[in-house]
């Protein structure tokens, strides 16, 4: 029996006389073979050969690589071919829940995974199918959680002098309900020293801090925390003063003539100086 990777072409890569069965050992994967038989003479010559049948060799098992890259919406595969041809089909499943989808390459050992929702966790595996459609076993490429998506609709909203509340709205793609921001405040530009800060979650909308001195300049950000930990950062305006808290009322009036009112009320906290509006 003779072995050709390629039909009447090229030299034969195996050999046996024993035609009730045979090995052939170094083969390539996901390749097609032809093999014919031949006899051989009394003189040591062989006759003519005839194909006598076709297989193709199953494709080699991918190997898993660390993942390139994990964004909100997608995930960057790797993994490596060990020698199969450029025409050999991988197949990549992504596992989320009971939920599978799949995705189709040809002759690489990257894909990209697309349409995934923020903060979710997920699991993906792939597979090697031969030029006759069978497939090696599922290479696991691992699990990650998808990036939360930076905030987004961010506002100051129901300001009072000694609190401070922050909304937000959908982003996109949105990150699910239960997913942590966390409002930050800051007396310096670039949050160092002591920070305020408060949590909440995307479905709520808002978070708010209490406490803040009257008069004072802060400044916000608001950050999305996925389940890993990992955050998306965004500051909420360059900065807003809190308002200064009002005068006591009493006394009032003290007295009023004809061309004249006198006024006199208790003090606000932290206020630079006062008007008398009439």
Do not use: H
Not at 45 to 73: E, H, I, N
Not at 92 to 108: A, D, E, F, K, Y
Not at 248 to 255: A, D, F, L, M, W
């Amino acid at each position: 029996l003779l072995i050709f990777p390629v039909k009447w072409i090229g030299p034969a890569v195996g050999f046996a006389a024993d035609i009730s069965s045979c090995d052939f050992a170094g083969l390539l994967p996901d390749t097609t073979y032809y093999i014919a038989s031949s006899a051989l003479n009394a003189a040591g010559s062989l006759t003519a050969s005839a194909v006598v049948s076709t297989f193709s060799t199953l494709a080699a098992p991918p190997g898993a690589l660390p993942m390139l890259a994990v964004q909100a919406s997608s995930v960057a595969l790797a993994w490596d071919t060990n020698g199969n041809p450029s025409s050999t089909v991988y197949q990549v499943r992504t596992l989320q829940q009971s939920t599978q989808t799949v995705t189709v390459v040809i002759g690489v050992g990257t894909a990209t995974i697309t349409g995934l929702t923020p903060n979710t966790t997920y699991s993906f595996s792939v597979l090697a199918f031969n030029r006759s459609g069978t497939a090696t076993e599922a290479a696991s490429l691992g699990s990650t959680i998808t990036a939360a998506s930076p905030p987004t609709g961010l506002a100051f909203a129901d300001l009072s002098p000694g609190a401070l509340t922050a909304r937000w709205g959908a982003s996109n793609p949105d990150n699910p309900g239960s997913t942590v921001y966390v409002l930050t405040l800051s007396t310096a530009s670039d949050f160092s020293g002591a920070l305020l800060s408060s949590a909440g979650v995307r479905a709520s909308g808002q978070a708010t801090i209490a406490g803040l001195s009257a008069n004072t300049t802060y400044y916000a950000q608001v950050t999305a925390v996925n389940a890993a930990g990992n955050s998306q950062r965004v500051l909420l305006g360059s900065a807003f003063t809190a308002s200064v808290s009002a005068p006591e009322p009493s006394p009032g009036i003290v007295s009023a003539s004809s061309d004249s009112v006198a006024a006199a009320g208790g003090a606000a906290a932290n206020a630079a100086g006062y008007s008398l509006q009439a």
